[in-house]
């Protein structure tokens, strides 16, 4: 990880938006850079491992990563996601449209 002589710690709100939707019980998140000079920040920090952490207790099943460098965007695909789906949760969100609001709150090291 690319480490700042002066730094500080963020929510990835302040530096970038997020979509998110549903395929089943699988969720689907987006993550996208305001300022493409953030790109690389949110590439090297916003990992498995962070997103895993962010949705604990709501995600019980394999989290996959994809980057998009052309759009300067990551994609989370999150398996058991959704209370088993649409057809059968009974969560108040069973499309998963508000699951996007969890990423913004993980946090991120930028320059100063």
């Given at each position: 990880?690319?480490t700042?002589?002066n730094?500080?710690?963020?929510?990835?709100r302040e530096i970038?938006f997020?979509?998110s939707?549903?395929?089943g019980?699988?969720?689907?998140?987006s993550?996208?850079?305001y300022?493409p000079e953030?790109?690389?920040?949110i590439?090297?920090?916003v990992?498995i491992?962070?997103?895993?952490?962010?949705?604990?207790?709501?995600?019980?099943?394999e989290?996959?990563r994809?980057?998009?460098?052309?759009?300067r965007?990551?994609?989370?695909?999150m398996?058991?996601a959704?209370?088993?789906?649409?057809a059968?949760?009974?969560r108040?969100?069973?499309?998963?449209?508000a699951?996007q609001?969890?990423?913004?709150e993980g946090?991120?090291?930028?320059?100063?």
């Amino acid at each position: 990880m690319t480490t700042y002589k002066n730094s500080r710690k963020v929510s990835l709100r302040e530096i970038a938006f997020s979509r998110s939707g549903d395929k089943g019980d699988i969720a689907n998140v987006s993550l996208i850079p305001y300022e493409p000079e953030h790109w690389e920040v949110i590439r090297e920090q916003v990992t498995i491992e962070m997103v895993r952490d962010l949705y604990a207790g709501l995600v019980t099943g394999e989290i996959q990563r994809y980057e998009l460098p052309g759009t300067r965007a990551l994609n989370f695909v999150m398996h058991g996601a959704l209370g088993g789906g649409i057809a059968v949760s009974l969560r108040v969100d069973g499309h998963g449209k508000a699951m996007q609001s969890l990423i913004l709150e993980g946090q991120v090291t930028i320059p100063a």
